[in-house]
C-alpha cells in the first residue's frame, strides 16, 4: 500500500491524461499490453539509456519498448539515418537500396540465403506459417506451450492458462488466448513443451497418424516469455533433427532473441540453424520492421508465385535506414562484448541479493536480456513457470522499480533489456531497487 501510494503521487500528470485519453482511446491506451493499474505511465521522451514520463520523472530504461530499444533511445546514428530519409520521401512501395543492404547483413550473420520485410512480429510469424503452410502443402503447426508469437490467429492458442488446465504432457490443451479466435483456427495449433525432444516427436508422430502431419514447428530457441527459459544441452539440436527426419519446417521466432542475445541471434547463439527465422522489435531500432529469413527451398514457395508474401508498407525506407544504420554503426561485435559484461553485472548483482536475504529465485541472463525468476526450483517449460507464480512479489518489484526510477515491465512474463547506452551505474540502479525491496520483504 505504501509503495502504491508513492507511486500515485509520483505520477498526478499521468493520472490526469489517463482520465483524458478514456473518453477517445479504448482503455486510454494504444494496446492491451499498455493497460496498468491503477494508471498507465504515459512516456514523453526517452535519450539513451533514460526515458522521461509527463511528470517529468527520469527513469533508467530496462522495459525498452518490449525489449525493442537494444540500440537505447535516439541513438545518434539512427537518428541522422532517420533525420536524411524523412527528407528524400518517406514511403514508395518499391524496394530502396538500404532494403537490399539489410537484407545481405542479415544474410550474413544469420547463414540464411533470402529474405523480406513486414511490419512487425506477428506479421513475420503471420506469414512465415502461411509460407511454410503453402510450401508443404499442410495446415497443422506445432508451438510450445507458453510461448507468444504474435497476436493473429494462427498462434494465439496456448499461451497461459491457470495452472492444472494444461493438459497431459503427451496431449497438451489446445485453447485460444482470449475470445475472437476461431475455433478452426485453435485447432489447428498444437502445444508441446518446451525442453522436451521426446514429448514433441511423440506428438508429431500421432498427428502423423492421425494424417495431420504438421506443416511448420515454431518456436523461440530460448523462451522469452516466462521470464527467460534457456534450452537445455542437445534440446535444439534434437529439435532441429527430428523436424529434418520427417520433413516439417523448423521456424525460430527471433523476434525478442534475434540481435539482442548475438549479433545473429540464438541461430548464433546457441549454433542450430532452422530453416526460417522470423525477426521484428530491436531490427528497426524504434521504428516498425519484421523480417523473414529463410532457405532458398522455402523461399522457392514465394519466388514461384505459389504464396503472397505482401504488404503496403513492407521494406518501408524509414525503417531500413534504421536497420541499416543499426546493423552498420551500433550492433557491432563491440556492442554485443559491452552488453555482456554489462549482464553480467546485472545477473552477479541480482544473484547476491537474492542469496544475502535468502529469496526464493535466482537470476538469469544473455547478452542483452535478463530477468530475475521467483521460484524455488528452475523453470524449464510452462508447467513449472505456472506451478510456481509468485505474481505478487512480481508486482512488488514493479512497484519498487517504478519508485526509484526503474522504468520496467510488469510481471513475471517479461524480462530486462540492456541497451548498447547502458552503463554500470544504470545497472547498479536496478540492483539497489531490488536489493530494497529483498530487505523490505525479509525484515
Ligand atoms: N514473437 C515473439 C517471440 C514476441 O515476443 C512478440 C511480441 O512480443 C511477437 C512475436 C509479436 O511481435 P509484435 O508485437 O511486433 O507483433
Redesign the pocket.
Same mark, same amino acid.
Given at each position: 500500500a505504501r509503495e502504491s501510494a508513492r507511486l500515485d503521487e509520483r505520477t498526478p500528470a499521468s493520472a490526469a491524461l489517463y482520465a483524458r485519453a478514456r473518453q477517445t482511446l479504448s482503455g486510454g491506451v494504444a494496446s492491451s499490453?499498455q493497460v496498468r493499474d491503477p494508471w498507465p505511465i504515459y512516456l514523453e521522451r526517452g535519450e539513451g539509456s533514460a526515458v522521461w514520463d509527463v511528470d517529468g520523472n527520469r527513469m533508467v530504461d530496462f522495459h525498452n519498448g518490449?525489449?525493442?530499444m537494444v540500440q537505447g533511445h535516439a541513438h545518434p546514428a539512427i537518428t541522422e539515418a532517420v533525420t536524411a530519409r524523412i527528407t528524400r520521401g518517406t514511403h514508395f512501395a518499391a524496394p530502396t537500396e538500404d532494403a537490399v543492404v539489410v537484407g545481405e547483413e542479415l544474410k550474413r550473420r544469420w547463414g540464411l540465403p533470402r529474405w523480406r520485410y513486414v /511490419?512487425?512480429?506477428?506479421? @513475420? =510469424?503471420m506469414d512465415a506459417i502461411r509460407i511454410a503452410r503453402a510450401l508443404t502443402g499442410r495446415d497443422t503447426i506445432v508451438k510450445v506451450f507458453g510461448?507468444? +508469437?504474435? +497476436?493473429h490467429d494462427y498462434?494465439m492458442v496456448s499461451i497461459g492458462v491457470p495452472y492444472g488446465e494444461i493438459g497431459d504432457r503427451d496431449d497438451l490443451a489446445s485453447l485460444p488466448y482470449g475470445a475472437g479466435i476461431p475455433q478452426s483456427s485453435v485447432d489447428m495449433t498444437i502445444p508441446v513443451p518446451f525442453n522436451d525432444a521426446p514429448a514433441m516427436e511423440r506428438r508429431i508422430e500421432r498427428l502423423i497418424a492421425e494424417g495431420r502431419k504438421p506443416a511448420a514447428v515454431i518456436m523461440?530457441a530460448a523462451m522469452? /516469455?516466462l521470464g527467460i527459459v534457456l534450452p537445455e544441452p542437445g534440446y535444439l539440436e534434437a529439435v532441429r533433427e527430428i523436424t529434418r527426419r520427417h520433413g516439417i519446417v523448423l521456424i525460430f521466432?527471433?523476434? !525478442? =532473441?534475434g540481435l539482442c542475445i548475438a549479433a545473429g541471434g540464438a541461430t548464433e547463439r546457441f549454433g542450430v540453424t532452422p530453416d526460417m527465422v =522470423?525477426l @521484428? !522489435?530491436a531490427l528497426g531500432g524504434g521504428l516498425?520492421l519484421?523480417a523473414i529469413g529463410g532457405t532458398e527451398e522455402v523461399f522457392e514457395a514465394v519466388e514461384s508465385g505459389k504464396v503472397y508474401q505482401v504488404g503496403t508498407y513492407n521494406g518501408n525506407p524509414l525503417g531500413v535506414a534504421a536497420a541499416r544504420a543499426s546493423l552498420e554503426k551500433v550492433l557491432t561485435p563491440e556492442a554485443y562484448a559491452h552488453l555482456d559484461a554489462l549482464n553480467e553485472h546485472m545477473v552477479t548483482g541480482c544473484q547476491a541479493v537474492i542469496e544475502e536475504f535468502g529469496l526464493p529465485g535466482y537470476a538469469v541472463g544473455v547478452a542483452s536480456k535478463g530477468c530475475v525468476t521467483f521460484a524455488p526450483e528452475k523453470i524449464v517449460d510452462y508447467e513449472s513457470f505456472k506451478k510456481y507464480q509468485d505474481g505478487e512479489l512480481a508486482d512488488l518489484a514493479w512497484l519498487y522499480n517504478m519508485n526509484r526510477g526503474v522504468f520496467m515491465t510488469p510481471g513475471r512474463e517479461e524480462e530486462w533489456t540492456l541497451s548498447v547506452q547502458h552503463t554500470i551505474a544504470d545497472c547498479d540502479v536496478f540492483i539497489d531497487a531490488f536489493a530494497q525491496l529483498a530487505a523490505d520483504l525479509t525484515r
Open positions: 499490453y518490449f525489449g525493442s /511490419n512487425s512480429g506477428s506479421e @513475420a =510469424t510461448s507468444y +508469437h504474435g +497476436h498462434v523461440e522469452m /516469455n521466432d527471433e523476434v !525478442k =532473441t =522470423t @521484428a !522489435k516498425p519484421g
